[in-house]
């Protein structure tokens, strides 16, 4: 362990964070409010005593430089919005560590590192006002949807870009933001795992794969309303029976896929009253995999089963693509840097995919060598104020995420 470092330092200023920017429900960092600029402005005082040139980029995302003796620079990324009555962890925990990670880069080298750190934290990666996530971060790989994003609005009819507009930030011009990865050689993010995994596993940290890809669509079979009392069993065109053999059958597409994963989220039918036979069923399923060919598969067998169970109930079906995302998988050698890094810290390391997009997959879409850290999250829940990591996994994972830095630094030297 660098003894530079000091993760009981990152545990207190979290604790600090939360103190001041939430309330008996949870975080209350939501994007371009008063309590988020609040919080950014807490967090430029904590990096003062660094030389560090601190800015706001075209697209609202803030960065802090430490400039190095070479101009390619190592990206250390996070997000200090949380969703309303979110966790104390999602997020800041990625950019707090970040800054301690630069104390004791800035104390080992003198202040000048063999190559270019930068801290970033990117600006409304939940999209809880506007219901649109990885703003900062897409408009910095230039995925944004600049159409989509205009029309955007919050609950109280605020456009996306008049929110900008309050905070300094000129909607027309976010994609400007993009400059800012012209030297990236790699981009680095920790993040409390959100799910489960590595709680089952016992294990406190992780190495993530990379993120699914999703499939995201609207399934209807089309029966015919009938008399429940005067229509026999075998006359019936039950649009509902039809779509609920589809249940038990996304379980079955998602084990033979391997990790993949399946959700029916949502089921309406018409007319949807207790007398009539179902004539129209809609359910909305959602498929998300690492693998781009094992998407697609489960999204064949879908269809596939979906005609079978139409056929068999004599009832039709039609499909609605509601949004699709390509998987996102990080970069091979840092995912065995991070292995490395987690091994040397605690011993054993787990690979996973993530389920959840994080800004990473933005970087990494960008052509940035990219990979994340998880750390175990108690309970497995996130978004929610319950959302807790034991404190020594907290101090472990500042730890690891340090090894993975220096080494990741090591790695851009070489190459
Ligand atoms: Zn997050």
């Known amino acids: 362990m660098n003894s530079m470092l000091n993760p009981k330092r990152t545990v207190a200023e979290l604790k600090e964070l939360r103190a001041f920017t939430g309330d008996e429900n949870g975080a209350q960092r939501i994007a371009f409010t008063p309590v988020w600029t609040k919080t950014r402005a807490w ?12 800015h706001t980029d075209a697209a609202g995302n803030f960065w802090a430089t430490l400039r190095g003796e070479s101009e390619n620079a190592l990206l250390i990324g996070g997000h200090m919005d949380s969703v309303p009555n979110g966790g104390w962890l999602d997020g800041c925990l990625n950019v707090l560590a970040g800054v ?76 400007d933001s993009g400059k800012e990865l012209k030297n990236a050689a790699a981009y680095l993010e920790l993040h409390i795992e959100q799910g489960p995994v590595l709680l089952d596993l016992d294990l406190p940290l992780g190495t993530v794969l990379g993120t699914f890809g999703v499939e995201r669509h609207a399934i209807t079979f089309h029966g015919q309303a009938a008399h429940s009392g005067s229509t026999p069993m075998n006359r019936r065109k039950d649009a509902f029976l039809a779509a609920s053999k589809m249940s038990a059958e996304v379980y079955r597409i998602a084990e033979r896929s391997g990790n993949g994963v399946c959700t029916i989220g949502s089921c309406t039918t018409k007319p949807g009253i207790v007398t009539s036979v179902v004539e129209e069923c809609r359910i909305t399923l959602d498929q998300r995999h690492l693998d781009s060919v094992a998407l697609a598969k489960m999204l064949s067998e879908a269809r596939a089963a979906s005609e079978q169970f139409a056929r068999e109930g004599n009832v039709s079906v039609s499909w609605e693509r509601l949004w699709q995302i390509a998987p996102r998988p990080f970069n091979e050698a840092l995912i065995d840097l991070c ?62 995420f340090d090894k993975l830095t220096e080494k990741t630094m090591r790695w851009i030297m070489r190459a």
């Open 339 to 400: 292995d490395e890094a987690i091994r040397e810290t605690c011993g054993k390391a787990h690979r996973l995919p993530s389920g959840p997009l994080h800004d990473a997959a933005e970087v990494a879409a960008a052509g940035v060598p990219t990979v994340m850290m998880f750390v175990q999250s108690l309970h497995g829940i996130s978004h929610n104020k319950i959302e807790d990591t034991r404190e020594d996994h907290l101090e472990l994972c500042v730890h690891a």
């Open 43 to 54: 967090l430029r005082e904590k990096l003062k005593t660094l030389p560090v040139e601190m």
């Open 100 to 175: 301690e990670i630069l104390r004791r880069i800035n104390a080992q080298y003198n202040g000048t590192p063999p190559i270019t750190i930068r801290l970033v934290d990117w600006a409304d990666e939940e999209g809880a006002r506007f219901g649109k996530s990885l703003f900062g971060s897409s408009a910095c790989s230039g995925n944004l949807d600049m159409n989509e994003a205009r029309g955007l609005k919050d609950k109280d009819g605020i456009k996306l870009p008049e929110a900008l507009e309050e905070i300094g930030v000129d909607f027309e011009r976010v994609k």
